[in-house]
């Protein structure tokens, strides 16, 4: 059994800040990449954010610059530091992570951006 679990969503005003964790557990190994994707309502899930396990990021060009994802593989967690929030950042986040073999994603966790 794996279990991806994300945390930190919330509301939060135009310039603001959030800081959003994702912890993978149990039987996972050979971790490739994890990642943030976000999804607003009546849009296609997007990604947002990526990092290898040797620490190669890429970002969406909507967030660079603002948002920075970082990663501890010791504790095969990834998180997402969201600088300068605008509305339009307003989503369902969720967590990916890729192993050698499969793909898990965790529940979401809500982003809400007052203008």
């Known amino acids: 059994q794996v279990q991806v679990a994300e945390s930190g969503g919330g509301l939060v005003q135009t310039g603001g800040s959030l800081r959003l964790s994702c912890a993978a557990s149990?039987?996972?190994?050979?971790?490739?990449?994890m990642g943030w994707y976000r999804q607003a309502p009546g849009n296609e899930r997007e990604v947002v954010a990526s990092i290898t396990s040797g620490g190669s990021t890429n970002y969406a060009d909507s967030v660079k610059g603002r948002f920075t994802i970082s990663r501890d593989n010791a504790k095969n967690t990834v998180y997402l530091q969201m600088n300068n929030l605008k509305p339009e950042d307003t989503a369902v986040y969720y967590c990916?992570?890729?192993?050698?073999?499969?793909?898990?994603w965790g529940q979401g966790t809500q982003v809400t951006v007052s203008s």
């Open positions: 990916r992570v890729i192993t050698i073999v499969y793909s898990y």
């Open positions: 149990g039987r996972i190994v050979n971790i490739r990449s």
